[in-house]
């Protein structure tokens, strides 16, 4: 590694090997300025485009050129990281960049051409057999802010749970293999990775994207009784593209901001953890929420950038995200920023003085990244790179920083691992598994009484166990999410759908205050009566945008309306529905006991979102820390409860909150 091998994150970047489609002729709009050559501490890439002779240069820490491939950057980057592992510390590699940049022949690489991620297992197992560590491996993708176990057929969800009071992550539901060889691992691994099995969700996308992610355990110990280490994530992240491009490629434009937005949430993690910020914004994304425990603290990360050789506007958005990024370390380079300007704004290669990126936070990246960490050379510019607290891309501002916060992220974090029961080929199966789940909570034993204030201290099902490798047996562990996941889609939002009604919903957060408890209880019962009021079944039930906050239901909706033909609508919860004419008594009252379900969701939901702390407590199973603890979430994003799932993070169940829900509002039936 060059001269920044002490710090804690590095921001590289690889210019795409020539391929056939790609003579070299196409790759002279980009080149590489390396002033001590090897060893420079930092780079600059220039790309210049020749239909205005502009240029653009933005600094990183190093770039490789074309000829350079995975046998140079692995020594340089990757090795030193592997004994990072190997003395306890976590270490993550992440390929990002423009689609077809190379990202996945950088980490995973091709038949004779190993990505960084095979050789890094050579050298693994390497080490762990010389100084009798074991190795497990845990395979994931990331589809649409959902996490799916790539190590198991099925690929079921993977749940991320954090305890926040002792900094742990769980990675419920995910599976781990123990490895023992080279050729163990890559059958696993790329079986992983471009198998064409996909879940339900991923067969109703043509043409999904997501990130995946490898994360090489390492443990000490012997295989009857193995502690936890260190480990070591790479990512592959989805390839970037500019949501507004005319032609995304028939790309679905909700699953290309939802891409973006988390490629920008890893760049803000990275850039807050690089200028020591307080507060950084791992809960942006589940990525940055899945390797929060490999991001924070002494663990080291290593983006690398990935560029097109030939014209590609992407890249340079990509390039210019990699720039602001190695900015977040202390650093101040007013030369550099000093050159860019305006290349990077999407469409238009010319005159503004403020660079953009484009995409689904555009609006707001342009107007804040323009006073936050400017590239134009402008000095208060470049000074608020380094202010602390602020972000690279923010979609909603953040009024207040949690010191509490702060003091979460130096807590100790410790893997705690799932195994989860997988059905792998023949092959696999032989291969000595991590046998011993962590833990086998069922939600049943957390009944609701368990949260009261008094013995709330215990926020998520932790782990009262170590993680053992033990030779044979593979246990499966009975609380994986396959179990939980029907329930919870069951009241969950589609996720298309959600985003959209849950941005709206911030419209109706009041953030000042908390309205008092009665009102809005009394919102509640009036939504209930809606439910149940007498308007003929065919009737369609006016979504709850139709409610106002302060309690009163609209006089459109109470008064009798004439039946009117249904159409197709966007109700509250995402999914199209026209209640028809011709339908069953029994379907109406499911159609409707399920919007009264959503709606009472949506209201609990939203009272988590507003309420003040003392009327959190009212709530049962809340409690002085878990309210506490929602307050903190407050802060950090003004809407922190979006749909079921996000009550996971104080702890709770779907099952506990239906009963919750059951116990609160029952009474407004009598
Ligand atoms: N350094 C390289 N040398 C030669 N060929 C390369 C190189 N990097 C990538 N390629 C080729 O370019 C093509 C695209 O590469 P790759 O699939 O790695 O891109 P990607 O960024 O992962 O794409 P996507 O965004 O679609 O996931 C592949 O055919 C790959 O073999």
């Known amino acids: 590694m060059g001269p920044n091998q002490g710090r804690k994150t590095r921001v590289i970047a690889k210019i795409k090997g020539f391929t056939d489609l790609e003579p070299e002729a196409s790759g002279k709009w980009i080149s590489v300025h ?36 995975n046998d140079l950057i692995f020594p340089r980057e990757v090795k030193p990281l592997i004994e990072d592992v190997f003395n306890g510390c976590n270490a993550t590699v992440m390929a990002y960049g423009a689609r077809g940049s190379g990202k996945t022949f950088t980490i995973q690489g091709s038949e004779g051409k190993p990505g960084l991620a095979v050789l890094a297992m050579t050298e693994i197992l390497s080490m762990a ?14 589809l649409k802010d959902h996490a799916y176990d790539l190590l198991d057929s099925d690929r079921h969800e993977v749940l991320v749970w954090e305890d926040v009071a002792r900094g742990k992550i769980q990675l419920k539901g995910l599976s781990q293999i123990a490895v023992k060889s080279i050729e163990e691992f890559q059958k696993l691994y790329f079986s992983s990775q471009n198998s064409h099995k996909q879940s339900q969700k991923m067969v109703a996308e043509p043409q999904y994207r997501s990130h995946k992610g490898l994360i090489i355990h390492v443990f000490r110990g012997n295989e009857s009784g193995a502690l936890p280490l260190g480990k070591m994530n790479f990512v592959d992240l989805a390839g970037y593209e500019d949501g507004r491009k005319k032609s995304t490629g028939g790309v679905n434009l909700l699953e290309n901001n939802i891409i973006n937005k988390s490629i920008y ?6 850039y807050a953890l690089n200028a020591n910020e307080s507060h950084v914004p791992y809960r942006e994304s589940k990525l940055t929420r899945m390797l929060r425990d490999s991001l924070g603290g002494t663990n080291k990360i290593l983006m690398i950038t990935c560029l097109n050789s030939s014209f590609c506007q992407d890249s340079l958005y990509m390039a210019n995200l990699a720039s602001r990024t190695c900015k977040g370390a202390n650093r101040i380079l007013p030369d550099s920023t000093k050159k860019a300007k305006s290349m990077v704004r999407p469409m238009v290669l010319s005159s503004s003085s403020k660079s953009r990126l484009p995409g689904s936070l555009s609006a707001t990246a342009a107007k804040q990244t323009g006073t936050r960490v400017g590239l134009s050379g402008n000095k208060a510019n470049v ?16 009024s207040t920083k949690s010191k509490k916060a702060s003091q979460k992220e130096s807590l100790p974090l ?13 092959e696999a199966k032989k291969s000595s598994c991590i046998s011993e789940a962590v833990e086998s909570l069922t939600e049943d034993q957390y009944p609701l009484q368990s949260f009261s204030a008094e013995e709330s201290d215990v926020l998520v099902k932790t782990s009262t166990q170590e993680t053992k490798l033990l030779d044979k047996a593979k246990v499966t562990d009975e609380n994986n999410c396959e179990k939980a996941t029907p329930d919870i889609e069951a009241l969950s939002f589609d996720g298309a759908d959600s985003t959209i009604d849950k941005e709206n919903n911030l419209v109706f957060v009041n953030k000042d205050e908390s309205p008092p408890i009665s009102a809005r209880l009394q919102e509640l019962s009036n939504n209930l009566r809606l439910l149940f009021s007498s308007t003929p079944s065919c009737v369609e039930i006016q979504s709850k945008t139709d409610i106002s906050i302060d309690g009163r239901v609209s006089s459109e909706i109470l008064e009798p309306q004439t039946p009117k033909t249904p159409e197709p609508r966007l109700p509250a919860y995402g999914k199209s529905e026209i209640v028809d004419n011709s339908c069953s008594s029994w379907k109406a009252f499911s159609a409707r006991s399920s919007r009264m379900k959503n709606s009472l969701v949506d209201e609990y939901l939203r009272f988590l979102n507003t309420a003040s702390k003392e009327d959190l407590k009212r709530l049962k199973g809340i409690g002085e820390k878990r309210a506490t603890y929602i307050l903190e979430l407050r802060e950090e994003s003004p809407e922190p409860f979006k749909d079921l799932d996000d009550l996971k993070e104080i702890g709770m169940s779907e099952k506990q909150i239906k009963g919750i829900m059951k116990k609160e509002m029952g009474g407004l039936f009598n």
């Open 265 to 270: 949430a890893l760049h803000n993690v990275v």
């Open 34 to 69: 390396r002033p001590k050559g090897d060893d420079s501490e930092t780079v600059a890439v220039s790309f210049g485009d020749e239909s205005t002779g502009r240029k653009e240069s933005y600094e990183l820490d190093y770039c490789y050129n074309r000829r350079e491939g």
């Open 129 to 142: 057999e010389e100084s009798g560590k074991l190795i497990s491996i845990s395979c994931y993708e990331v």
């Open 414 to 426: 410790e893997i705690i691992s799932t195994v989860t029961e997988h059905a792998m080929s023949k």
């Open 383 to 398: 000074k608020a790179s380094t202010i602390k607290g602020r972000k690279l891309f923010d979609e909603v501002c953040h």
